[in-house]
């Protein structure tokens, strides 16, 4: 799964600004990056992806400056699996920083262990890009000396040696974190919620709502955590204050949707998504140019 190789972030630099506390380290900086997305990660012939791909082995497409040679047509050559993925910044710290500036095809040596690291580090760098906005949180105040000290701990193993991040046990580490981000999400929830107990509700739990008819629905507040939104329609529902951390938005029609104020909502989510002008998102995130 490969974001778009070219200058700067793949989302105009605008990905998540808000939402990430406006840290330009979170957000992917693919000139900086050896494609390490293009190459680390694998996929499978689908909908999503044109073709097969193994784990380590370079995209048919990805140039030598490790660009993307299809740039402008992921969709309509068959990769829009491409368009919606983002590393939050990982690609960058792991070429740059965790393998100090070494191309893995001058320095071949590299190429393993380092897309290795890879997906490691886009994990921890998807949590650092959850607490940041938690920590900005109004609601969450009451929560902000864990956060910090989520977030400091987090950042702390992303500038681990390749050989500490390869065998780090990132589960263990999302199962200290997540907790936190459940209750900052309630908090948020509990501000948003329609009626005073509608915020507790556990439905959205991993909830299977593929292709839901949800259109006009009021979701303020309302758990959808992990929530299957697959081809779901939400045409006007009101997503205030909703909680959508992994919720999956393959396909969703979120036309005339309100998101405003929902949490911890990422650009892949939204990308993966339709919506048209009468969407509303969050501030810090991009409307997608395929929205119509």
Known sequence: MAPE??????????????????RPDLRADCANCFGLCCVALPFARSADFAADKAAGEPCTHLGSDFRCGIHADLRERGFSGCTVFDCFGAGQKVSQITFGGKDWRRAPGTA?????????????HELLRYLTEALALPQARPLRAELRRALDATERLTHGSPEALAELDV????????????????????????HPRAHRSSRGHRADLVGARLDGADLRGADLRGALL?????????????????????????????????VFLTQPQVDAARGDAGTRLPAGLDRPAHWR
């Not at 190789?5 to 406006?22: L, R």
């Not at 393993?112 to 921890?124: H, N, S």
Request: net charge neutral; hydrophobic share 45%; no cysteine.
């Open 230 to 262: 697959i081809a779901a329609r939400l045409r006007n529902a009101d997503l205030r204050g909703a909680d959508l951390i992994g919720a999956d938005l393959r396909d969703a029609d979120l036309r005339g949707a309100d998101l405003t104020g929902s």
């Open 5 to 22: 190789h070219q200058a700067a972030s793949p989302h105009g630099g605008g990905e998540d600004g808000a939402a990430a506390g406006g």
């Open 112 to 124: 393993g262990p380092m897309f290795a690291v890879f997906p490691v580090m886009r994990q921890l």
């Open 171 to 194: 589960a263990a580490v999302r199962q200290e974190v997540v907790p936190l981000l459940r209750r900052a999400g309630e908090l948020v929830r509990a501000t948003a919620a329609p």
